[in-house]
């Protein structure tokens, strides 16, 4: 057994205790004891217990139930959750996906052969030590990733685990087990069976890893082809300058969705997004980003304060950190400088800080509707243009003005 003792959280350890006296096993599990062996914060403590759901309910004060089903249970102290799964035997995969049925077991092996990656299948108990039956800490010693039995198997019995298998070894920088690794290729094409919303969160997690040098292994292994030929194909062309350039980007999901589709048009990346459910925000501020890139920003006042007027200032501050990537020799530098000055000036850029609102305006007998719309837009522009004209007094002069022209006509 291992020296290396891990720290539970205080509140962990409680659940565990909690159901130890009460005659039940319990471990902590999975990516918790494989990101503590390796020095990593764990992002949540997974436990792993022969009691059954119902049983771990009746130990605690809150829980709610998470995956009822599966046999996991959400445990809640302090504020935070703490999910308490049932050893579990999972049943066949009829669509690579789920299984058809789970069932329970008391056999603390049972369930750890369920797991993907030996690193994934290790339980550890403060007072017993770690249970690691698939030898998982010597494959995180030798930062290799190996399917848990046989891993072509286990690819097809749930095919995001190669998906899964990828990510983590550009999260970690681990090489893939060459038999896990030659499965992985054979089974690529099963991908298909699975959600396009799992697929879009493991491309996500992959793209915010930090081992930019594995991310290959998505279209090396046929994966990606199988995902999006198109991506593929335009990733494979460009790899070394992608990677590049995103290990050049701040951890920004979004950003990195622009970096990684660059060469698309808004149209097509706009399909894509579409492919993969993105939220509206997130694929409408893609294709405006996509859509602006290859514009330079503009170096002159006036022309750079209309264009944080039409797409904001995080959609501007975004352009120019992508401009400094994709298109280092723009005049980003200039346009980030001016833009700074405009910020810092206060200077008015939308309707929200125009010195006066439509509510003033109707008061000096604009109509409601669509012409105070206009008459809005007018100031502000007037605005964009002088920006010291941003007084009630200078705006409400030109409306009237504005107004009595249109009544002339
Ligand atoms: P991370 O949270 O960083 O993505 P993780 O390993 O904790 O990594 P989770 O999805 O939180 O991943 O799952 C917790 C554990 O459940 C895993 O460590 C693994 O033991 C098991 N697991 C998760 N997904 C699968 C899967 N698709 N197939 C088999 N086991 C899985
Ligand atoms: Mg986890």
Known sequence: MRKLKITIPADAALILDTLNKNGHEA????????????????????????????????????????????????????????????YRVDGKYADCRHP??????????????????????IAYHPAEGFRDPFHG???????????????????????LRMLRCVRFAAQLGFAIEPETWAALCANTALIQKISVERIREELEKLWLS???????????????????????????????????????????????WCIVLQDYTPAEAKAFLKGLKFDNHTLRRVCLLLEYLP???????????????IIGEEATEQLLLLQSILRPASPHRESKA????ILADGNCLTLKTLEVSGKDLMEIGAPRGKELGS???????????????????ILTEQARSLLKEKNLQ
């Not at 990593?40 to 119902?54: F, G, H, K, V």
């Not at 039995?149 to 095919?159: M, S, W």
């Open 338 to 341: 001016l833009f700074a000055k």
């Open 295 to 309: 514009k330079d920003v503009p170096t002159e006042a006036y022309p750079l304060r209309k264009l944080v007027s």
């Open 27 to 86: 471990y902590i599990v999975g990516g918790c004891v494989r990101d503590s062996i390796l020095g990593r914060i764990p992002q949540d403590w997974d436990i792993t217990t022969s009691a059954l759901p119902e049983e771990t309910k009746a130990l605690f004060d809150r829980t709610f139930d998470t995956g009822i089903q599966h046999g996991t249970i959400t445990v809640v102290l302090h504020k935070e959750n703490y999910e308490v799964t049932t």
């Open 210 to 256: 930090p081992f930019q040098e594995k991310m290959p292994l998505l279209w090396e292994s046929g994966l990606l082809a199988q995902i999006d030929p198109t991506l593929s194909a335009r990733l494979i062309a460009h790899s070394q300058r992608i990677l590049d350039e995103l290990s050049a980007c701040p951890k920004n999901a979004l950003l990195r």
């Open 375 to 393: 008459l809005l837009g007018t100031l502000l522009e007037m605005v964009l243009q002088e920006p010291e004209k941003n007084t009630k007094e």
């Open 100 to 121: 058809d049925a789970v069932s329970f077991t008391k056999n603390l092996t049972e369930d750890l052969l369920r797991r993907d990656f030996t690193m994934n299948a």
């Open 137 to 159: 800490q010597e494959d995180i010693a030798a930062k290799t990733i190996r399917g848990v039995g046989d891993p072509a198997l286990r690819f097809q019995e749930d095919a």
